[in-house]
């Protein structure tokens, strides 16, 4: 099974900073089938990114994926009071669609 | 537009059955790929298993003996059942749309609003 390790746990940062967030997988990701969700505080997961660079519609250009084989990175480049959330790494390549356990992300 | 919405009792005795069943509206559940997940308080995202073609199930390997989705077309819902509950299985559980191949059968682009299911006794 392919595990994947999210870093950092939290990320605190002010509004109009960059926020870098990493996924390592423990195996090479095929067809580079990684998505990235935002989970706002009581909310369901939303998709942002999918096939580890593509904005699900409706998502702003401030998100981006990057990455492939097992290292991955989301990158939100001005951050908004908004973005407070966790956000959540997701390989949906295999026949099950495992997490990474998440990073947190606060606003100062 | 479409829409999920998961419904249930909140509270299970451990040792029961843990029963949720997700209306669908604004699409038919004959096509894509059909999931329940589950996230404990203040934890992570557990996908549980999916169902697609109305009937064909897959499972996340440490639930697969527990766990139980089936679907009811004439109402385009599907449900989730999982025996033998401990505290353990104390969560969220949501119910969501994947892609409509195998390929994307668990990326995920709509989700229920979720429904917290305690096990206690």
């Known amino acids: 099974d392919i595990v994947l390790t999210q870093s950092p746990g939290t990320l605190s940062l002010s509004p109009g900073e960059r926020a870098t967030l990493s996924c390592r997988a423990s195996?090479?990701?095929?067809?580079?089938?990684l998505a990235w969700y935002r989970q706002k505080p009581g909310q369901a997961p939303w998709l942002l990114i999918y096939?580890?660079?593509t904005r699900a519609a409706g998502i702003p250009d401030r998100f981006s994926g990057s990455g492939s084989g097992t290292d991955f990175t989301l990158t939100i480049s001005r951050l908004e009071p908004e973005d407070l959330a966790v956000y959540y790494c997701?390989?949906?390549?295999?026949?099950?669609?495992?997490f990474g356990q998440g990073t947190k992300v606060e606003i100062k | 537009q479409v829409q999920l919405q998961e419904s249930g009792p909140g509270l299970v005795k451990p040792s029961e059955t843990l029963s949720l069943a997700c209306a669908v509206s604004g699409g038919s559940i004959s096509t894509y790929y059909w999931s329940w997940f589950r996230q404990p308080p203040g934890k992570g995202l557990e996908w549980i298993g999916y169902?697609?073609?109305?009937?064909?199930?897959n499972y996340n390997p440490p639930l697969k003996s527990r766990a139980t989705i089936s679907a009811d077309t004439s109402r385009n819902q599907f449900s989730l059942n999982l025996n033998s509950v401990t505290a353990a299985d104390t969560a969220v559980y949501y119910c969501a749309r994947g892609g409509s191949w195998a390929g994307a059968a668990t990326l995920i682009d709509y989700w229920g609003q979720g429904a917290l299911v305690t096990v206690s006794s």
């Open positions: 096939d580890a660079s």
């Open positions: 169902i697609y073609n109305s009937g064909s199930t």
């Open positions: 997701q390989q949906y390549g295999s026949s099950q669609g495992t």
């Open positions: 195996q090479s990701i095929s067809s580079r089938s």
